[in-house]
């Protein structure tokens, strides 16, 4: 393949609390809903995981997914928790806001080195620069995964998937498909590393014309394709086309056909208010932090 003209669309995280991360995301990040969707059964390519039960997916962040890095709150109902690994690092946000609105509602704030750390009540971890982003720049600028073997890593992503390098040293690699997106960071896990249950998924747009060949190119170099092309359906939404492909250290990527995501990501003014409909309702949400 000559290149790949992705663009990095969102990191989709598993969560045990609706109602806990709607405050976190909502009140202390400061993003809005962009999407609210509810599933009767699992997902064919597991966008949810390993779970065949009734789920919701909510679009969370700072944009409309036509122009932001957002991210995928997936909840699997009846599940409250999931292991943690070490697999992901974290993601870093430039705010002016947040550290202000942590402390308005006694939200800990804790430091790595020179980084402000908030954690989410699942346990990510998002760091705060306090800076204003720059102008029409996303305020989330980048996502970091842990990976175990640089070079390996660095020949999967930058010369297989064709993402761009920006900067690497012996600790980590820098990547991403443009300059006015979301950066990717690769950083050596010393320790073995363990993806456990709560592991995610990273998600990029390519046009559908792109797929089959992306799909021959991984194939022809033996890595690992979780998911063939397949078509996902969304209730009364648009159908999507999707590959799911599986890094050297078993990160989970997605490449959806822009064509379908585009009609499928429309901003739902009534999301927000659909979100709070089902967590109301559902029978597992813990009542007293309602």
């Known amino acids: 393949m000559v290149a790949v003209p992705g663009r990095a669309l969102h990191y989709v995280f598993k969560i045990g609390d609706r109602g806990k991360n709607a405050f976190f995301f909502r009140t202390i990040l ?8 509810e ?9 949810n995981g390993p779970y065949v039960n009734r789920w919701s ?5 700072y944009g409309p997914e036509s122009s932001n ?15 943690m690994g070490n697999d992901f690092g974290g993601v870093t946000i430039y705010s002016t806001d947040i550290l202000a609105s942590a402390a308005e509602h006694s939200y800990p704030v804790s430091k790595q080195g020179d980084r402000n750390v908030l954690t989410s009540p699942d346990g990510y971890k998002f760091y705060v620069v306090e800076s204003a982003p ?7 600028q980048q996502v970091e995964l842990k990976v175990s073997n640089l070079a390996a890593s660095r020949k999967y992503w930058h010369e297989l998937l064709k993402m761009s390098k920006i900067e690497e040293s012996e600790e980590s690699l820098l990547l991403s498909y443009g300059k006015t997106q979301v950066s990717l960071r690769l950083t050596l896990q010393k320790q073995k590393l363990d993806r456990a249950k709560a592991y995610g ?29 397949i078509q996902l359906e969304t209730p009364g939404k648009a159908t999507v086309s999707v590959i799911i492909l599986a890094d050297p250290d078993g990160h989970e990527i997605c490449f959806v056909d822009k064509e ?18 089902f967590i109301g309702k559902d029978p597992f949400q813990d009542k007293a932090f309602l």
């Open 30 to 37: 400061g993003m809005k809903v962009y999407r609210h969707e």
């Open 39 to 47: 599933f009767k059964k699992g997902c064919e390519a597991e966008c």
């Open 57 to 61: 997916k909510t679009i969370i962040g």
């Open 69 to 83: 890095f957002v991210f995928e709150l997936t909840y699997n109902y009846g599940v409250q928790r999931y292991e």
């Open 134 to 140: 720059a102008a029409s720049s996303d305020p989330v």
């Open 201 to 229: 998924r990273i998600a990029f747009e390519i046009p559908g014309s792109a797929q089959q060949a992306l799909f021959e190119a991984v194939q022809a170099a033996g890595g690992t394709v979780l998911k063939p092309l």
């Open 260 to 277: 379908g995501f585009t009609e499928l990501s429309q901003v739902d003014p009534d999301a927000a208010k659909q979100l709070d409909k």
